[in-house]
């Protein structure tokens, strides 16, 4: 019993002083300092042994400006014995916060002088000086620490106040330093580094940085300056000159991969680089010795070849299909290229009904549920364009119950409802895009947001949805890459429906398949026309965005595309585009961006 009862007073006052604890810090926080202080002071009365409870009094009091309390509380704990030298800085800064330099530096060098009693002091009172910004005085503690004992190294710290104080070239020759010496990793290192280094090769730091690396591979032949090479290029967008290191690394590689090289070739090829894109996978289709890496590579320059084609040369990209099936065959580690010649069929040849065969065929093969999805998802797109949709939804259903907590899954969903859409069903397709609001991926989310707002706003003031079946047909025709067709479908909504709901909705459809057949006057036009009439609408930030590239990407009119991208800054805070404006504001008015 008596145990007990000791057991629960020791208790009661852990209890207690959790709670003051709690209340001191709260107080501070709020800026109640005088309240704060009553709490630190009988905490570290109650705990003298505790150092935040002591750090935590002498903010308080200088936050109130009690100086002399600080300092007379400090002297106190400086006379105790093991008293740590961190103390001889925090009664220095109570005097800079006095205005009292000399007095101050007097006691930042006694702080420097106890690392000769103990270099492993070098960490806490650098740190401590680092905490203040006191920088050249953390830069004494860590060199003089490492003197003393050089099994100690703090150039890591050191690189940071380097960067810091504006000593970009220090900085960069120690991070290089410690990452060559193995002493820390290379994408800690770039994480650092990746503040100070822009997208314009012309910045002086990036040109700083490539000196740097150039001189340290004059040096020492190590791979490491070429990987760093590359990822600067790439940071400046210049994949050649990136693909020229990339190359060299994988000739020198003991155990040479082309999974640098590939994922540079996907970067140039989503930059629009296609002409340094084509030549990566020139290089891996030339050069891997591993199949399925081969055969990847000469897809993406199928795909590279399609984006500028014309009809007159499809023949000769099915005759390049039929070779590589003809080498490959159809087995499970080729779905790729099975999918892709169907694709080609359908959306290029409109021939799907070998495509149909093609993935049929191949479903035959023995799949697991993610390979099986793949080829299903592929087969009912085509089904879709074939309008065969009651099959194409068996398919996606089938995909949407077998993987649904999946992307894939929720993708299939999307399917669903958009197919649905095409058929003219539009409350089952509602009834789909509402589970889909709140899918994982932004992406699905975000596009089953605007079919859904689509069927609802224009199915309230039209019972007969005569407007909404039109632009479902052109909608299709669009998918079906039937693109003249689709345009011309929706210029009779714009004529026979104009200042209905859907005509915002139809402008931005129209002016998107304009920009793809490169009118690019017209669908500026379409897109002004949205901003100016349906500024509130939910579209308006969707054609500002796409004003914005347009005027940045194709037209060379940065000012004109900053003027959209400011737009959607202030007037569309929420947009799913938000993100993107800013940076892309930013780039063009020359900030430095990451």
Same mark, same amino acid.
């Given at each position: 019993?008596?145990?007990?009862?000791?057991?629960?007073?020791?208790?009661?006052?852990?209890? =207690?002083?959790?709670?003051?604890?709690?209340? !001191?810090?709260?107080?501070?926080?709020?800026?109640?300092?005088?309240?704060?202080?009553?709490?630190?002071?009988?905490?570290?009365?109650?705990? /003298?042994?505790?150092?935040?409870?002591?750090?935590?009094?002498?903010?308080?009091?200088?936050?109130? *400006?009690?100086?002399?309390? !600080?300092?007379?509380?400090?002297?106190?704990?400086?006379?105790?014995?093991?008293?740590?030298?961190?103390?001889?800085?925090?009664?220095?800064?109570?005097?800079?916060?006095?205005?009292?330099?000399? &007095?101050?530096? =007097?006691?930042?060098?006694?702080?420097?002088?106890?690392?000769?009693?103990?270099?492993?002091?070098?960490?806490?009172?650098?740190?401590?000086? #680092?905490?203040?910004?006191?920088?050249?005085?953390?830069?004494?503690?860590?060199?003089?620490?490492?003197?003393?004992?050089?099994?100690?190294?703090?150039?890591?710290?050191?690189?940071?106040?380097?960067?810091?104080?504006?000593?970009?070239?220090?900085?960069?020759?120690?991070?290089?330093?410690?990452?060559?010496?193995?002493?820390?990793?290379?994408?800690?290192?770039?994480?650092?580094?990746?503040?100070?280094?822009?997208?314009? /090769?012309?910045?002086?730091?990036?040109?700083?940085?490539?000196?740097?690396?150039?001189?340290?591979?004059?040096?020492? /032949?190590?791979?490491?300056?070429?990987?760093?090479?590359?990822?600067?290029?790439?940071?400046?967008? #210049?994949?050649?000159?990136?693909?020229?290191?990339?190359?060299?690394?994988? +000739?020198?590689?003991?155990?040479?991969?082309?999974?640098? $090289?590939?994922?540079?070739?996907?970067?140039?090829?989503?930059?629009?680089?296609?002409?340094?894109?084509?030549?990566?996978?020139?290089?891996?289709?030339?050069?891997?010795?591993e199949e399925i890496t081969k055969l990847n590579a000469q897809l993406q320059l199928i795909?590279?070849?399609?984006?500028?084609?014309?009809?007159?040369?499809?023949?000769?990209?099915?005759?390049?299909?039929?070779?590589?099936? =003809?080498?490959?065959?159809?087995?499970?580690?080729?779905?790729?290229?099975? @999918?892709?010649?169907?694709?080609?069929?359908?959306?290029?040849?409109?021939?799907?009904?070998?495509?149909?065969?093609? $993935?049929?065929?191949?479903?035959?093969? /023995?799949?697991?549920?993610?390979?099986?999805?793949?080829?299903?998802?592929?087969?009912?797109?085509?089904?879709?364009?074939?309008?065969?949709?009651?099959?194409?939804?068996?398919?996606?259903?089938?995909?949407?119950?077998?993987?649904?907590?999946?992307?894939?899954?929720?993708?299939?969903?999307?399917?669903?409802?958009?197919?649905?859409?095409?058929?003219?069903?539009?409350?089952?397709?509602?009834?789909?895009?509402? @589970?889909?609001?709140?899918?994982?991926?932004?992406?699905?989310?975000?596009?089953?947001? #605007?079919?859904?707002?689509?069927?609802?706003?224009?199915?309230?003031?039209?019972?007969?949805?005569?407007?909404?079946?039109?632009?479902?047909?052109?909608?299709?025709?669009?998918? #079906?890459?039937?693109? &003249?067709?689709?345009?011309?479908?929706?210029?009779?909504?714009?004529?026979?429906?104009?200042?209905? +709901?859907?005509?915002?909705?139809?402008?931005?459809?129209?002016? *998107?398949?304009?920009?793809?057949?490169?009118?690019?006057?017209?669908?500026?036009?379409?897109?002004? &026309?949205?901003?100016?009439?349906?500024?509130?609408?939910?579209?308006?930030?969707?054609?500002?965005?796409?004003?914005? *590239?347009?005027?940045?990407?194709?037209?060379?009119?940065?000012? +004109?595309? &900053?003027?959209?991208?400011?737009?959607?800054?202030?007037?569309?805070?929420?947009?799913?585009?938000?993100?993107?404006?800013?940076?892309?504001?930013?780039?063009?008015?020359?900030?430095?961006?990451?």
């Open positions: 019993m008596k145990v007990m009862f000791i057991f629960c007073l020791l208790l009661s006052v852990g209890s =207690a002083a959790a709670q003051e604890d709690f209340l !001191a810090q709260q107080y501070f926080n709020d800026g109640d300092y005088e309240k704060a202080v009553v709490f630190y002071e009988k905490l570290v009365e109650q705990n /003298p042994r505790r150092t935040d409870y002591a750090e935590g009094l002498i903010d308080t009091y200088q936050q109130l *400006e009690r100086y002399a309390a !600080a300092e007379k509380f400090l002297l106190q704990k400086i006379e105790e014995s093991n008293a740590y030298p961190t103390l001889l800085i925090e009664l220095g800064y109570n005097y800079t916060l006095q205005k009292m330099p000399k &007095k101050a530096d =007097a006691y930042y060098g006694q702080a420097i002088a106890r690392i000769a009693e103990n270099p492993n002091f070098g960490y806490g009172v650098g740190f401590r000086f #680092q905490k203040y910004v006191l920088l050249d005085w953390a830069l004494k503690a860590y060199t003089k620490a490492m003197e003393l004992n050089p099994q100690l190294d703090y150039n890591y710290q050191m690189a940071r106040i380097y960067g810091e104080q504006g000593d970009i070239e220090k900085m960069y020759v120690s991070y290089l330093k410690l990452v060559s010496e193995g002493k820390t990793s290379r994408s800690n290192v770039l994480r650092q580094i990746d503040d100070f280094v822009t997208s314009d /090769p012309e910045n002086d730091n990036n040109l700083l940085f490539k000196q740097v690396l150039l001189k340290n591979a004059q040096k020492s /032949p190590d791979l490491l300056w070429n990987e760093l090479l590359s990822w600067l290029f790439v940071k400046q967008k #210049q994949y050649d000159s990136a693909f020229r290191q990339e190359k060299a690394l994988y +000739k020198r590689m003991d155990a040479p991969s082309m999974q640098r $090289l590939e994922g540079l070739g996907d970067l140039a090829l989503e930059d629009t680089e296609t002409g340094t894109a084509k030549e990566i996978f020139e290089y891996i289709a030339d050069n891997s010795g795909d590279i070849q399609l984006l500028n084609t014309e009809e007159k040369d499809l023949d000769a990209i099915q005759k390049k299909f039929d070779e590589l099936v =003809a080498i490959h065959g159809y087995k499970n580690q080729t779905l790729q290229l099975q @999918v892709a010649y169907s694709n080609f069929l359908t959306f290029e040849k409109n021939t799907p009904e070998p495509a149909i065969d093609l $993935l049929k065929k191949s479903l035959d093969l /023995p799949l697991n549920d993610r390979a099986d999805a793949f080829v299903t998802l592929a087969l009912g797109d085509i089904l879709v364009y074939d309008k065969k949709f009651n099959q194409a939804l068996i398919y996606f259903s089938q995909i949407q119950k077998k993987l649904k907590n999946d992307v894939m899954g929720q993708n299939a969903r999307f399917k669903v409802a958009q197919t649905s859409f095409y058929k003219g069903d539009f409350d089952w397709a509602l009834t789909q895009l509402k @589970v889909l609001r709140s899918s994982t991926s932004q992406l699905i989310a975000n596009d089953a947001m #605007q079919l859904s707002l689509l069927i609802s706003d224009n199915s309230l003031e039209d019972s007969t949805q005569t407007a909404l079946k039109k632009y479902a047909r052109a909608d299709l025709l669009a998918y #079906q890459n039937k693109k &003249k067709e689709a345009i011309a479908e929706l210029d009779g909504i714009l004529t026979d429906h104009k200042g209905e +709901k859907i005509e915002d909705e139809a402008l931005l459809k129209q002016a *998107e398949l304009l920009e793809s057949i490169q009118d690019y006057e017209a669908a500026e036009f379409n897109y002004r &026309k949205i901003t100016e009439f349906y500024a509130n609408g939910i579209l308006a930030d969707d054609a500002h965005f796409a004003l914005g *590239e347009l005027y940045r990407n194709v037209l060379d009119e940065p000012e +004109k595309a &900053k003027a959209e991208y400011e737009k959607i800054i202030y007037n569309y805070q929420d947009s799913y585009y938000f993100p993107q404006a800013r940076k892309n504001f930013r780039i063009l008015r020359g900030d430095a961006v990451n």
